[in-house]
């Protein structure tokens, strides 16, 4: 495993932080951006230019990740030699989290090993790219890039992938609060 953290020329204790965890955890990298950014794109493109594992996820500041919340993905992804494994989330609203109401009719299902095309439903899903796993062979080779919008550019960049990726999986467990 290893853990790209990129940070974005951060005003906060985030970059303090950061650069305690890659300092204790040999397999945590720290990146720091000079000047910050205009979005998010450009920490996420520099993440995935520098990430070397078979799979990348992404987590962004706002965002908790479950416990068994790779692990999870990660297996289904390499039983079902999938792509990209989607999974649900809760929000969080800082004393409880939930399914939201649109996500309620995914429970108890899960899709193996299929395209887009040929299970359409998986649409009706948020498009982000924080509920995913994704097989960094795709990514790189597709050239699939998050473009460099203030909002939106996770719908694009989920999307892209998902229609340029051969074999889908989703698993109605949720690996990310946001």
């Given at each position: 495993m290893?853990?790209v953290?990129?940070?974005?020329?951060?005003?906060?204790e985030?970059a303090?932080?950061?650069?305690?965890?890659a300092?204790?955890?040999p397999?945590?990298r720290?990146?720091?951006?000079?000047?910050?950014?205009?979005?998010?794109?450009?920490?996420?493109n520099?993440?995935?230019?520098?990430?070397?594992?078979?799979?990348?996820?992404?987590?962004d500041?706002?965002?908790?990740?479950?416990?068994?919340a790779i692990?999870?993905?990660?297996e289904?992804?390499?039983?079902?030699?999938?792509?990209?494994?989607?999974?649900l989330f809760?929000?969080?609203?800082?004393?409880?989290?939930?399914?939201p109401?649109?996500?309620?009719?995914?429970t108890g299902?899960?899709?193996?090993a299929?395209?887009?095309?040929?299970t359409?439903?998986?649409?009706?899903l948020?498009?982000?790219?924080?509920?995913?796993?994704?097989?960094?062979?795709?990514v790189?080779?597709?050239?699939?890039?998050?473009?460099?919008?203030?909002?939106?550019e996770?719908?694009?960049?989920?999307?892209?992938?998902?229609?340029?990726?051969?074999?889908?999986?989703?698993?109605?467990?949720p690996?990310?609060?946001?």
């Amino acid at each position: 495993m290893e853990i790209v953290l990129v940070d974005d020329a951060s005003t906060d204790e985030s970059a303090g932080i950061a650069r305690d965890f890659a300092g204790r955890l040999p397999f945590v990298r720290l990146i720091c951006l000079e000047s910050p950014p205009t979005g998010p794109a450009r920490p996420r493109n520099v993440g995935i230019d520098a990430a070397r594992g078979e799979w990348i996820a992404f987590l962004d500041g706002d965002d908790t990740l479950f416990e068994t919340a790779i692990d999870s993905l990660y297996e289904r992804g390499m039983a079902d030699n999938a792509e990209i494994v989607s999974g649900l989330f809760h929000l969080y609203d800082g004393t409880r989290s939930w399914l939201p109401d649109s996500l309620h009719r995914f429970t108890g299902c899960e899709v193996r090993a299929t395209t887009i095309i040929g299970t359409p439903n998986l649409f009706l899903l948020p498009q982000v790219h924080w509920t995913k796993l994704y097989r960094r062979s795709l990514v790189v080779d597709s050239g699939i890039r998050f473009p460099d919008l203030i909002v939106g550019e996770d719908v694009l960049f989920a999307i892209t992938g998902q229609l340029g990726a051969t074999r889908l999986s989703f698993i109605d467990r949720p690996p990310v609060s946001g």
